[in-house]
Structures are given as structure tokens and as C-alpha cells.
């Protein structure tokens, strides 16, 4: 099939790749625009665009699709489909129209649970049992398309980073799965009675908040990380917390109550496993309390 591909972040290029090893023709891939970052404000390409490039596959990456002549442009290349995957630009109803068989979108969730921009990162939040990809034809709202093919896998501890590389495979692999099938496959409505959103992860979010109970602490701290990670202050440095476990404890929430750095929070305590400074590697607490003891009593904001 003549493929539009649009993507930006590493959670796509699974997909990209998989469509090229099927045998698709990948006619443009899009792109957010190059940002600039590190000294001397270097252009810095998205994971999508170097791995486009790599494969000898056009890149476009305008800034919108709103106006008439980006609308014209990506018609011309008269797609018999476009794959979305992570791209970053709301599709005008026009973009939408033009491949033959319109804009199939993966999307990481168990549609219609966690539309929006976060939906690894909310429902390990949320302590959901599952998660999985969905497998869309695009419209005009908000991932409320019909949905094509779903699977999906337990949570269980895995953090937002394990389950975003596992969800990036299997998002590729049922999207090869829709196009082989696209004409056998019946489209199932979502049930917007059942819909939640997945809000953009906001950098405040990240501070722990002792007061909160351990639980809702650990779910927090696996579904910040890595990015854009849980952490605390200690003697007024940042300090993330990547991995914890839920133990017994019980004190004035952001106590430390032992020299394993058990933190006592609103209801039960944290038990800190994986930590970082800043401009460090991240490292087991052991390793850090060996080289930052924090005595017991220390009170953490």
C-alpha cells in the first residue's frame, strides 16, 4: 500500500520500521518540526525524522496542517492510507478525507479508557490492572474514532518506560495486522459512557506529596519514570525516585523513619529502591545512601 507515515517520538519508529519490513511504501513521513537544544542551539531531529531519513523515505515537517497548501501537498501523494502514531498535530478534517482509506491511528490504550496525550503514564496512575493499544480510524475528536484491533497486557509493577517500549511493538504489529485485514475488519463504535481522558503530563506532577497514602505514592513514582520522574527535595537538592515499593511504617508524612531511607507518607510508608541526582546515573538506594546517609528523623519536603 502507498503510505503517509506520521509520527515524532521513539514510541513510533517500531511502527515505521514494521511497516517497511511488510513491504508498504512509505510515500512521506511527518513530523513535528526540528526543535533546537544544548549548546549553540543545535537543530535536533525527532526520533522519526533521523529514522525516515535512514531509510531514504521523504520528510515533511510543517507546523500545521491547517492551511490549504500543507492540505494540498499531503494529497498529492494520493495515500491509500495514512498511519498515525504519536505525531503531535490535530488532523483537519481534510487531511483526514484524503487517503483512500482515510487515517488509522495506534494509540496507546484500551480505547475508549484514556483518550488524550498520556495514556501510559495515566493508567499505571490510576492502578489499572491492563493497558494495551487500540488500533483506530481517525475523526475529528479526540481519539473517538471506531476502533479496529485492540490487545492487551497486565501492568503490574512495570513502569510508564517498560510498558511504552512493549506497547511501541505491539502497537507496530497490529498495525501491519489492520492493513493486511483492513477489508475484513468490522469497525466497533466507542463507548463514550466509558470514556476517560489522559491529560499531558504537567512537570508539577511530579513532586511527591508524602501526605498522600504509599500506594497512591508507588503508583506515582512507576508512572513518572523515567520521565518526567517522581523526586523530592533532600537538603534542598532535587533528588528522583524512580522505583519504590510500599512497606509497613508509620510517622509525620516525609519522616525517615530508618537508615534505609523509609519515608513515612499519609497512610503506610515508601520504601525507596531506585534513586538519581541530579547530573547522576540513577542508582540503587544502597548505593546512594553509601555515598548521601540521610539519618532517620530527617524530614523530606
Not at 512509505?26 to 525516515?52: F, L
Not at 515533511?60 to 492540505?71: F, G, T, V
Not at 520522574?229 to 533532600?234: A, D, K, M, N, Y
Request: aromatic share 4%; glycine share 8%.
Amino acid at each position: 500500500m502507498r503510505i503517509v507515515f506520521m509520527g515524532t517520538p521513539d514510541f513510533a519508529v517500531p511502527t515505521l520500521n514494521a511497516l517497511v519490513e511488510a513491504g508498504h511504501d512509505i510515500v512521506a513521513a511527518y513530523t513535528q518540526p526540528p526543535s533546537r537544544s544544548g549548546r549553540g542551539k543545535q537543530e535536533r531531529h525527532s526520533p522519526v525524522h533521523a529514522r525516515a531519513q535512514e531509510l531514504g523515505t521523504e520528510v515533511r515537517h510543517p507546523s500545521s496542517l491547517k492551511n490549504e497548501e500543507a492540505q494540498a501537498d499531503f494529497a498529492a501523494l494520493e495515500a491509500d492510507v495514512a498511519v498515525v502514531a504519536a505525531y503531535g498535530l490535530l488532523l483537519p478534517q481534510p487531511i483526514l478525507d484524503a487517503p483512500t482509506h482515510g487515517c488509522l491511528n495506534v494509540h496507546g490504550s484500551l480505547l475508549p479508557r484514556w483518550r488524550g496525550a498520556a495514556p501510559i503514564h495515566r493508567a499505571v496512575q490510576a492502578g489499572d490492572e491492563e493497558t494495551g493499544i487500540t488500533i483506530m480510524q481517525m475523526e475529528a475528536g479526540l481519539d473517538t474514532g471506531p476502533m479496529l484491533l485492540k490487545g492487551a497486557v497486565p501492568i503490574g509493577r512495570k513502569t510508564t518506560g517498560e510498558l511504552h517500549d512493549e506497547l511501541a511493538a505491539m502497537g507496530a504489529r497490529l498495525m501491519v495486522e489492520a492493513l493486511a485485514r483492513l477489508d475484513d475488519l468490522a469497525p466497533e463504535m466507542q463507548d463514550n459512557a466509558l470514556a476517560t481522558y489522559a491529560p499531558k503530563i504537567a512537570k508539577v506532577e511530579a513532586k511527591l506529596d508524602f501526605s498522600k497514602p504509599a500506594e497512591v505514592l508507588e503508583r506515582e513514582v512507576r508512572a513518572f519514570a523515567p520521565f518526567p520522574g517522581s523526586w523530592f527535595l533532600l537538603d534542598g537538592e532535587r533528588v528522583k525516585l524512580l522505583l519504590a515499593e510500599v512497606t509497613e511504617g508509620a510517622g509525620e508524612a516525609g519522616t525517615v523513619l530508618d537508615d534505609r531511607l523509609t519515608i513515612a507518607c499519609g497512610e503506610g510508608a515508601l520504601c525507596p529502591l531506585t534513586l538519581q541526582r541530579a547530573g547522576k546515573p540513577a542508582m540503587s538506594a544502597e548505593d546512594f545512601l553509601r555515598g548521601n546517609p540521610v539519618p532517620s528523623g530527617m524530614r523530606l519536603t
